[in-house]
């Protein structure tokens, strides 16, 4: 019986299936989205683009799409988003992975990183016995309802195998005896046993002298890094993992790494920048399988941080399992008794690659790749301490709202423009739902800081109240759009992944897919999709800090947590950005404040 079955399958009762949006409403939706994104011209064209498009292609490939979408049982979208993350060719840590570090206060009590590795271990491999006997709890929503569960299983013995042209997703089997973890430190790779020949949790007293053998083990550096492959351009990697297959205990090696739960690497530097954290965590490929769905890193100093893999995993039911490593099941701190194991290398195996000059040729490209990436980001970290949550809801409007408000001003101040900004949706009361994407900015939105910025200039005066009154007024307005956009993609009436299968489809089903090119690859479409502003936001309080790369090369990743009492902000973008990275998030702080102010909130 496959137990698993209980979090996919056995759920398809009481979830939704998503629904295809009809295309008249869609195409609606479309232009007033992109209407404040263009100049009247612009709009014009597009309006133009679009009634072409509802009158000669858009009928037969919606038709398709609904036929598609009615002939199974399971999500038409799912296939097709995982296969879109998969085709991705560039550099997995800046195309599709994430990564965030933990807040000390969370682990800072867990001794050294010997002893804290040891017991997230024993902790997680709990989990994943859970999640495969079927004894992982139901997840429900706060009035009871079911959500999707579908990946959860996928963030364990899991790992994005590169193939040239679309890599493979790996999901290993759900055995419970002779599990393992791969640990990396110095580029040498270790297999550490983590369940026996029973399927019993090896304890974590055990498991932390075997780690501390490891970080005792004074083995000198790899000079070439085989992990390096896994942070190459994804063809590179497909061609270095052909020559490393070819060699039967390479071959094994790849299979160990695939198979492990997850992967755990130890650098021997202490970073201490919060900014610099998110860098190494997210672009630091020394010690990192940047493939491995989850791999934690620890450094010198005990500073604990993640990497993930994103293709067929998502935020929430990520953080969901490390608020479980981190906090006790009633939600307090756990408290560990400290003690210091002697060193032991019985569950220990290292794994000795076998290169040939050739393939350490390969990897010195591979490394430069990976590096040269590195050296391309810049990283800022600010934890705004004005307010938070509990303050923003006074002003009677979404906390969300309340801040994309404040970023459509920082946006405007900073660069004297509204650009696209990506807001994801979470959709997991659909089976197998991922996210839909709700564009930030506005109609409303645009005239509310438009009108804002001109109050600026004017000043306070004797009109000043009833100035002040029209422009809370229009901040209403603007906060009541952005959480109807929202709700609009709850209720599955979202566009983007309806614009996606559109496209998905013609490609599989027409003769000639380009003839539909002039609306998908128009001038409008281009300025909604743009992700000039890519965000997203999950707050949970054992984060100190989340982070992606951008998506547009010349603009930002921006991840904010709306705390009760604090706002996270993290903010990536192109080294050659670095100042207007700094000067919006200076200006969406002194905003917020703002915001704050005219609501007389503060």
Known sequence: MNNTNKYTTQLRPLLKKLPVPMLPNTLTTLLEWAEPLL?????????????????????LLQQQL?????????????????????????????????ALTIHPDYH??????????????????????????????????????????????NIFKSCRLPAHGEDEFYVGADTVENNFVVVIRNSQFYKLMVTDEQGAV?????????LRYILTHNVPEETVSVESVAAAKRELSADVYEQLQQHPVNAQHLR???????AIGFSDNAVESTAEQLHCALLGWKNQWFAKTMQMLIDANGAIRFNFEHSSIDGVPVLNVLNQLFTKQDGTQQEESISHQECSSELVTALCWQLDERVQSLLVQCSEQAQAEYDNYYFAHVSFERFGKSLMKRGQVSPDAFFHIALALAQYESTGQLQSVYEPVAMRHYYQGR????????????????????????????DWQSRRQQL???????????????????????????????????????????????????????ALTADFISTTSIPYEIMESFTFAPVNSEGFGLYYGILNERIVLDISVKKPNKEAADQLLHSLCTNLERLAALLELS
């Open 39 to 59: 100049t009247v011209e612009q709009l014009n064209e597009f309006k133009h683009i679009v009634q072409r498009f509802q009158q000669d292609e858009g009928p």
């Open 66 to 98: 609904e036929q598609h979408a009615e002939a199974g049982e399971d999500s038409w979208l799912a296939p097709w988003w995982l296969q879109s993350y998969l085709m991705t060719r560039g550099n997995l840590q800046s195309e599709t992975n994430i």
């Open 108 to 153: 800072a009590h867990m001794g050294d990183r010997a002893h804290k590795a040891a017991l997230l271990i024993e902790r997680a491999v709990s989990i994943y016995l859970q999640l495969i006997s079927g004894r992982y709890p139901m997840e429900e929503t706060a009035k009871g309802a079911a959500v999707d569960m579908s990946y959860y299983r």
């Open 202 to 210: 090896i304890p974590a007293a055990q498991l932390e002298g075997n």
């Open 256 to 262: 160990s790494i695939h198979d492990a739960i997850f």
């Open 435 to 462: 996210t839909e994407c709700a564009r930030s900015i506005s109609n409303e939105k645009k005239q509310f800081v438009e009108s804002y910025m001109h109050e600026c200039k004017l000043g306070i005066d004797k």
């Open 472 to 526: 809370i007024d229009s901040f209403k307005r603007a906060a009541a759009a952005h959480t109807e956009r929202i709700k609009a993609c709850q209720r599955g009436a979202g566009i983007e992944r309806h614009l996606f299968g559109l496209k998905r489809i013609s490609q599989l089903t027409q003769a000639y897919p380009s003839q539909s090119d002039y609306f998908f690859q128009s001038q409008g479409m281009k």
